[in-house]
Structures are given as structure tokens and as C-alpha cells.
Nanobody
Framework: QVQLVESGGGSVQPGGSLRLSCTASGGTFSRYAMGWFRRAPGKERELVARISSVGTYYPDSVKGRFTISRDNARNTVYLQMNSLKPEDTAVYYC?????????????????WGQGTQVTVSS
């Protein structure tokens, strides 16, 4: 069983930056595609970044502002978030997909973290 633990959330002013971390235990981290999702109040959970054997993916809403990376030696995936906007406020979740290509859909992920709150407000 894979366990994922996120950290790094918090409150920041618009234009600020945060880096989220997600550390995995169990399983073979290096084989998994990893994704970062978020759920804003009243909205469905959405993918904001994915890293897999075929590269990275970002939706237009965060492209150029968010960067996903991983350190397989540390079993950790990161989400660097720059130029944050109030609409980025959400609970952010990391997720692992056992298939290395990585899904763009929530249903494609097998393991989930508990989430970390990010609040962007002046």
C-alpha cells in the first residue's frame, strides 16, 4: 500500500509563491506517474500538474506559473507555484498512478494524499 503525505501549504498574498511537497512510502515510487490536483470550494477536483514517463502536463490555468518535479531518491514530488492568484485557493492533493504514462483524469489515479490547504488572499 502506498501512502502519500503532502506538506507546504499555507497562506500567501497574490503574486506570491509556495512549494508543495508530497512524500511517498511503500510501493515503487520511481515507477509511478504523479499528479497534483486541487479542489476549490464548490468546484470539482481538477488536475493542475502531472509528471510521467512521457513528460509533464499542465492545464492552461496554471501553465507558466506552476512546475512539477520529482526526486526519486527521496520518494518526493514537488509543486512549485509562482505568481499565485486568489483563484488558486484550494485544497491541493497529490496522487500516484501505477501506470507510468500517467492519466489526465482523477479516476486514473490509484493512491491519494490527505490534501493541504493553499489560500491566496490579500
Amino acid at each position: 500500500q502506498v501512502q502519500l503525505v503532502e506538506s507546504g501549504g499555507g497562506s500567501v498574498q497574490p503574486g506570491g509563491s509556495l512549494r508543495l511537497s508530497c512524500t511517498a512510502s511503500g510501493g515503487t515510487f520511481s515507477r509511478y506517474a504523479m499528479g497534483w490536483f486541487r479542489r476549490a470550494p464548490g468546484k470539482e477536483r481538477e488536475l493542475v500538474a502531472r509528471i510521467s514517463s512521457v513528460g509533464t502536463y499542465y492545464p492552461d490555468s496554471v501553465k507558466g506559473r506552476f512546475t512539477i518535479s520529482r526526486d526519486n531518491a527521496r520518494n518526493t514530488v514537488y509543486l512549485q507555484m509562482n505568481s499565485l492568484k486568489p483563484e488558486d485557493t484550494a485544497v491541493y492533493y497529490c496522487a500516484a498512478d501505477k501506470f507510468s504514462l500517467g492519466s489526465l483524469r482523477e479516476s486514473g489515479y490509484d493512491y491519494w494524499g490527505q490534501g493541504t490547504q493553499v489560500t491566496v488572499s490579500s
